[in-house]
Nanobody, 127 residues
Framework: VQLVESGGESVQPGGSLRLSCVASGYWSNSNCMAWFRQAPGKEREGVAAIDSDGSTSYADSVKGRFTISQDNAKNTLYLQMNSLKVEDTAMYYC???????????????????????RGQGTQVTVS
């Protein structure tokens, strides 16, 4: 599975962005997907995840501001980011796996890099 992110750019605090992640290759709608981010000098952080049944989870830091969604017909994952803050500045990555459920939505896999595939990232800068 290959993942390609897009949509990152520089924006002012309070602004909005929508990130996209297109999947290609061997792809199944039973996969689960997620966004995680990493800022310079900081650890990776899970941002939002969507399970194969469509259920979602979010980091506390983005709840109420970010929305994860997917279009299975287009093999595309989205992250709508509203009310952006300076602390949201980071490289954003999408990831996919076949091991879904609580482990995936709890972001336990983020720190150890336990995922099937990851994109190259798209930079979001809020300043």
């Amino acid at each position: 599975v290959q993942l390609v992110e897009s949509g990152g750019e520089s924006v002012q605090p309070g602004g909005s962005l929508r990130l996209s992640c297109v999947a290609s290759g061997y792809w199944s709608n039973s996969n689960c997907m997620a966004w995680f981010r990493q800022a310079p000098g900081k650890e990776r952080e899970g941002v939002a995840a969507i399970d194969s049944d469509g259920s979602t989870s979010y980091a506390d830091s983005v709840k109420g501001r970010f929305t994860i969604s997917q279009d299975n017909a287009k093999n595309t994952l989205y992250l709508q980011m509203n009310s952006l803050k300076v602390e949201d500045t980071a490289m954003y990555y999408c990831a996919a796996d076949r091991v879904c459920g609580a482990y995936w939505k709890g972001f336990h896999w983020v720190m150890i890099g336990d995922y099937l595939s990851r994109g190259q990232g798209t930079q979001v800068t809020v300043s």
